[in-house]
């Protein structure tokens, strides 16, 4: 059992293999939070870690309590307004104007797997992996609202997820202002926060910090989850590395507005707290409604970052991602983009189509410009219907032709946009998110349709189900290239314009959903100007994302190492692509570009038309490396060697590990070469310490305890004749002998 419950002593105790998180309810009918870490053994009660001692000068529950003071209390779900002046997990206005809220246990349940969210991409368990849900009942003792607190517990891969929902059965409305999905209050600050952040061409790089007394936040008020900021963050004692120490992993499974905030009081107890950005937001919680949080994910680990990426990415792959594609390999694809632009015609894409087939690779994407009068970025967005400029005979007649050639087909798509300088905005100019009495913000020449319209998602269901069925199509790039500044929404009244930015993001859920039950076999890839929604709420009905915009292979090496820590390698879209490289200018060796690359679903995005024969060469020998080694590098066991955030930074390696440890391949990378450099060995990870092994497919043979404690040698960086020695890679197969 997952879930122990001492009813006498209203103590709950929720148990992973490895990790126990406990709580209980209090005195005065609230919950609080007694332990969540490394597994102990369940007892009746655990009077240690709940003494309280009395404090002057801080607030008492009553008179009759003075040593039940709030302020000093670890709590699950906290209100404001009772003596607890931390920031609090909710916020309801009542209709007389009262912001104080009593939330008391009344009950429990307790339900054997985990059932999927109805309208919000959630966690399942589908395959019976033992599963278990906790809901904990309280009622408002003013409002007589009910508040349901929802603990599923995911044992083998050590993950609880948490959520919130808010049932008004009552006669009267509130709003609520604020509803986070998880609380968590920590005994101490002995911690560093992790979070990864940067920008467009620049995400998910990792930034560590001590905490400190007061508020320490990530999050997003651009109704995405950012380019800037990702949900996901860690808090690591301050000698863990990736290899060993205690961190726990927090996500949400959400793409727009966000907050993860910690909190450390005057009293070093931290405050977790995990779940839609309050600030430019609130629900109108009517009689008869509901309001349902996303689910937050919480995870442990006391042996290192390494073990807390691994076991999230198992139960990502085997409890969030589509079932259809969760564990199928993905195609290696090429996009047409850098090749091509705008510029191109049937004739010259089917060159592109007749060129990668005989490389190898699996599928051809057809990016920006195949619809409307798309001939730049300032026009048709919203007019999803084919250029007959660019293809008289139908696009239909361009996907039977790559599809009997023997490649996949997929197409590009930009549902959430509009340009003004279309039909779509000639017909429904009301459709687009803005105040029309106000100066519309542009950004990239494009504005942002309003997905919480119903007639909006009706009409992208209509012509990119129309699409799909024409074309057979195999695979979507879903786009979303700018992000939304002036939140107003003609179909929404005063009382709700603050529920613009949930109900947008949940319209985008929406269209996901009834597109992959009417097409159920199309794989979907996000995309966000890059990786500006890389987030566990998209990769619920799209398994894939595009990494980033920047395919500059070094400076994919921080942006891959950094987003490896909360997301598995199949969810990572990684190409080669041309040099000069479009972002940065820097021109690297295509085998760097590749074995970069090998590390997620591999792709080209350049012009191979235009390659050399000892290039194509090249190419075709990385995509027979990638085809037979597939399987290793989208779902091995992932492991940071080499960190890029440290040091010097020169030096960057990581490798994947066979489930059953008999293959493991090393990728290691030098930026700059060295004069007279020292010696050097590359260190593995994970091998079976008892087997032996070949490297490289070489004759001498390797104990695994040998390659992960004396290492292997590390031959000098060659001159190369046709780029720098800079910015080298290495590979080191490693088979079971």
């Not at 006669?171 to 920008?199: M, R």
């Not at 599928?363 to 920006?368: E, Q, T």
């Not at 084919?386 to 599809?403: E, W």
């Amino acid at each position: 059992m997952s879930i122990i419950v001492n009813q006498a002593k209203d103590v709950f105790h929720l148990q992973t293999d490895h990790t126990s998180y406990i709580f209980r309810v209090m005195e005065n009918g609230e919950l609080g939070q007694i332990y969540y870490g490394k597994k102990i053994h369940p007892k009746e009660q655990y009077n240690n870690l709940i003494t309280r001692e009395l404090h002057d000068a801080t607030p008492a529950w009553t008179e009759e309590t003075p040593d039940f003071q709030p302020e000093l209390l670890k709590q699950e779900y906290a209100s404001l307004g009772k003596g607890d002046y931390r920031y609090p997990a909710f916020q309801l206005t009542q209709a007389s104007g009262s912001r104080i809220s009593e939330f008391k246990y009344q009950d429990y349940n307790v339900e054997d797997g985990k059932k999927r969210l109805s309208d919000l991409p959630s966690t399942f368990d589908d395959t019976n992996d033992g599963a278990q849900t906790l809901i904990i009942i309280l009622v408002d003792q003013i409002t007589g609202i009910k508040l349901e607190l929802s603990y599923a517990i995911f044992p083998h891969q050590d993950v609880i997820i948490r959520s919130s929902k808010f049932i008004n059965e009552t006669d009267e409305n509130a709003v609520i202002d604020a509803a986070y999905s998880a609380q968590l209050d920590l005994p101490d600050s002995n911690y560093d926060l992790v979070q990864f952040s940067g920008t467009w061409a620049r995400e998910r790089h990792l930034f560590r910090n001590k905490l400190r007394p007061g508020i320490q936040s990530v999050n997003s008020l651009r109704t995405a989850s950012s380019h800037q900021e990702n949900p996901f963050v860690m808090l690591a004692r301050p000698d863990t590395d990736n290899d060993q120490g205690e961190v726990f992993g927090f996500n949400l499974i959400y793409s727009g507005n966000f907050n993860d905030s910690v909190e450390v009081d005057q009293f070093d107890v931290s405050r977790v707290l995990i779940g839609i950005n309050p600030d430019e937001f609130a629900w109108n919680l009517k009689s008869g409604e509901s309001f349902q949080t996303p689910e937050a994910v919480l995870s442990y680990s006391d042996s290192g970052m390494n073990q807390l990426s691994q076991q999230l990415g198992d139960f990502y792959t085997d409890h969030l991602v589509n079932p259809t594609f969760a564990k199928k390999e993905r195609p290696i694809l090429i996009n047409n983009w850098e090749a091509t632009y705008f510029d191109f015609d049937e004739d010259k894409l089917m060159t592109i189509v007749k060129q990668a087939h005989e490389l190898g690779i699996e599928m051809f994407v057809l990016d920006d410009g195949w619809f409307g009068k798309r001939n730049d970025d300032t026009t048709s967005l919203g007019d999803w219907f084919v250029d007959n400029d660019k293809f008289p005979n139908g696009l239909n007649h361009f996907s039977q032709q790559v599809h009997d050639i023997g490649m996949k087909f997929g197409l590009w798509f930009e549902p959430e946009m509009i340009s003004m300088t279309s039909k779509l905005y000639d017909e429904h100019p009301d459709w687009m998110i803005g105040d029309p009495k106000a100066q519309l913000i542009p950004s990239r020449h494009q504005f942002v349709l309003d997905m919480a319209k119903p007639e909006v998602v009706d009409y992208l269901f209509k012509k990119i189900d129309q699409v799909i069925s024409d074309t057979d199509l195999d695979y979507i790039k879903w786009d979303m290239n700018r992000n939304i500044t002036d939140m107003f929404s003609l179909h929404l009244d005063s009382a709700h314009q603050l529920e613009l930015g949930h109900r947008y993001i949940k319209g985008v859920y929406q269209l996901y959903d009834r597109l992959i039950k009417a097409h159920p076999d199309v794989l979907f890839e996000s995309c966000a100007s890059g990786g500006g929604r890389f987030d566990l709420g998209l990769m619920y009905y799209a398994p894939q994302a595009w990494t980033s915009d920047d395919t500059d292979a070094i400076e994919r090496l921080k942006i891959q190492y950094g987003t490896s820590y909360g997301y598995p390698l199949s969810m990572m879209g990684a190409h080669v692509s041309a040099v000069p490289n479009d972002q940065t200018g820097r021109i690297t060796p295509l085998e760097t570009r590749g074995t970069i690359a090998y590390f997620g679903d591999l792709g080209y995005e350049l012009d191979i038309t235009k390659m050399t024969k000892e290039e194509l060469v090249q190419v075709q020998g990385q995509v027979d490396f990638y085809q037979r080694y597939r399987k290793l590098f989208q779902f091995g066991k992932f492991y940071r060697i080499d960190d890029p955030f440290e040091k010097d930074g020169n030096i960057t390696s990581w490798e994947v590990v066979s489930p059953d440890k008999k293959q493991a391949i090393v990728g290691r990378y030098q930026i700059l070469n060295h004069p007279n450099a020292p010696y050097q060995r590359q260190y593995f990870k994970g091998l079976d310490p008892d087997k032996q092994y070949t490297v490289n497919h070489t004759s001498e043979t390797f104990w695994g305890d040998e390659l992960m404690s004396a290492g292997y040698f590390v031959p000098k960086v060659k001159k190369n004749k046709n780029y720098s020695s800079d910015y080298s890679s290495a590979l080191f197969v490693v088979e079971e002998v």
